[in-house]
T-cell receptor, first 113, second 110 residues
Framework: EPEVTQTPSHQVTQMGQEVILRCVPISNHLYFYWYRQILGQKVEFLVSFYNNEISEKSEIFDDQFSVERPDGSNFTLKIRSTKLEDSAMYFC???????????FGPGTRLTVL | GIQVEQSPPDLILQEGANSTLRCNFSDSVNNLQWFHQNPWGQLINLFYIPSGTKQNGRLSATTVATERYSLLYISSSQTTDSGVYFCAVEWSYNTDKLIFGTGTRLQVFP
């Protein structure tokens, strides 16, 4: 069964460093998302991406964040200068059509020291 | 925006018991999904259920969209059912993002 994959599973970085989180969505999916979950809290939407552009972003998704689909399979989230409060689990999701079921990857746990 | 509330916040059961988790939402939705977050933090898709009833083994779910709620039933619970259960909805108005509830933390003891 096809699934969304994410790498790395865990990343530790120093405050101020750049990090890139990688996702491989399900191959025939067209809509891609990033969500995050701070420890002990609910999952929050960050950004949605379709047809090579951002379709919606939350207030969290400020100028420090960017997303890219560099090729036909990868979808990346970059944080330019990490802050302590960026420590969270980051989930990638994808779906074939808008309003359909979204499938989530296993997450990347980001720890900023 | 749309509000999503889940109840109860915490649930403690003995193995073999049945339970019902509830998700209320404040406006019309195009999509509703139930997830189980396991102890490793992974979100496992349980149901995609914007309306109607579905069953998968010991789990079933019902969404009554006109009354703005969804229920997740767990029968004959097992210790492996422990974790946090999230409901997430996609508001009908020009968005496809999922809005998550605060979850129900389930602990099943042998």
């Amino acid at each position: 069964e096809p699934e969304v994959t994410q790498t790395p599973s865990h990343q530790v970085t120093q405050m101020g460093q750049e990090v890139i989180l990688r996702c491989v969505p399900i191959s025939n999916h067209l809509y891609f998302y990033w969500y995050r979950q701070i420890l002990g809290q609910k999952v929050e939407f960050l950004v949605s991406f379709y047809n090579n552009e951002i379709s919606e972003k939350s207030e969290i998704f400020d100028d420090q964040f960017s997303v890219e689909r560099p090729d036909g399979s990868n979808f990346t989230l970059k944080i330019r200068s990490t802050k302590l409060e960026d420590s969270a689990m980051y989930f990638c999701a994808s779906t074939q059509d808008r309003d359909n079921e979204q499938f989530f990857g296993p997450g990347t746990r980001l720890t900023v020291l | 925006g749309i509000q999503v509330e889940q109840s109860p916040p915490d649930l403690i059961l003995q193995e073999g018991a049945n339970s019902t988790l509830r998700c209320n939402f404040s406006d019309s939705v195009n999509n509703l999904q139930w997830f189980h977050q396991n102890p490793w933090g992974q979100l496992i898709n349980l149901f995609y259920i914007p309306s109607g009833t579905k069953q998968n083994g010991r789990l079933s779910a019902t969404t009554v969209a006109t009354e703005r709620y969804s229920l997740l039933y767990i029968s004959s619970s097992q210790t492996t059912d422990s974790g946090v259960y999230f409901c997430a909805v996609e508001w009908s108005y020009n968005t496809d993002k999922l809005i998550f509830g605060t979850g129900t933390r389930l602990q099943v003891f042998p």
